[in-house]
């Protein structure tokens, strides 16, 4: 088994006390967190030094506007785990958090908790953005 399947496989055993747990063709993790879908990729960088990449997809086709980017970032800062990203779109704006670390030799347990932590921020961020956007469109701020 190779480093980067044996990281993987490690992720798969701690993420399966928490969720239902799908292992693409290509070796990915994906889950869902509440409404939070969620992937998890492994990368041998060097020698000893396999990194797992977390991506959680926050919310998607958000209102174009910039305030409620800004207000993604603030909330993102706050958090210790992940990079925020807002992709713009036709359809509005998209926004991602993700999150790389060396994995290799983590315990199944410390990696769930690592790996929670993230999907945690993700998901209250989540609450956090789409009650925004209901906010500003009940006082006719902001078009759903």
Request: hydrophobic share 45%; charged share 15%; net charge negative.
């Amino acid at each position: 088994m190779t480093t980067d399947a044996a990281t993987l496989d490690n992720a798969r055993e701690a993420l399966e006390h928490y969720h239902d747990v799908h292992v693409d063709d290509d070796g990915a993790l994906t889950f869902r967190h509440g409404d939070v879908p969620c992937a998890v990729q492994a990368m041998q960088l060097a020698e000893g030094l396999t990194v797992l990449s977390l991506t959680c997809v926050v919310a998607w086709d958000l209102p174009k506007d910039p305030a409620l980017a800004v207000s993604a970032a603030e909330r993102a800062g706050q958090g210790l785990f992940g990079t925020l990203g807002v992709v713009h779109t036709d359809r509005g704006m998209d926004v991602t958090l993700r999150y790389a670390f060396p994995a290799e030799g983590l315990t199944p347990a410390a990696l769930g908790t690592l790996l929670m932590l993230v999907v945690s921020t993700a998901s209250q961020l989540r609450t956090d953005l789409l009650g925004t956007v209901s906010a500003q469109s009940s006082t006719g701020d902001t078009p759903i």
